[in-house]
């Protein structure tokens, strides 16, 4: 049984950083992992995804702000999130399992889900 814990999220000013991180454990497939975010009333939404051989994806409100990333072991994954906006406000979600041909952006379909960390941001 795959499970993955975010932890990271907090309440920040416009222009700030956060970090997420996301435990992951148990056994699955390394081709699509990713973070999504969700804002009350909004869709769920992709905001970066890496694939086995370490390529990113990112949505266009991600670049040049947001950086994806994981640990040698897969057992971690990261957003490194700067110049926080407003409009970053959301539940942000860890998730795992996808097809590698499906990692190159819109919504994949994720297999596993964590339960999610909140950001927010004011102006």
């Known amino acids: 049984q795959l499970r993955l814990v975010e932890s990271g999220g907090g309440s920040v000013q416009t222009g700030g950083t956060l970090r997420l991180s996301c435990v992951v454990s148990g056994y699955y497939s390394t081709s699509c992992l990713g973070w999504l975010r969700q804002a009350p009333g909004k869709e769920r939404e992709g905001v970066a995804y890496?694939?086995?051989?370490?390529?990113?994806f990112y949505a266009d409100s991600a670049k040049d702000r947001f950086t994806i990333s994981r640990n040698d072991a897969e057992t971690m994954l990261y957003l490194q999130m700067d110049n926080l906006k407003p409009d970053d406000t959301a539940m942000y979600y860890c998730?795992?399992?996808?097809?590698?041909?499906?990692?190159?952006?819109?919504?994949?379909?994720?297999?596993?889900w964590g339960r999610g960390t909140q950001v927010t941001v004011s102006s």
């Open positions: 998730a795992a399992g996808a097809a590698y041909g499906d990692c190159v952006g819109g919504l994949p379909e994720f297999r596993y």
């Open positions: 890496i694939n086995r051989f370490n390529k990113t």
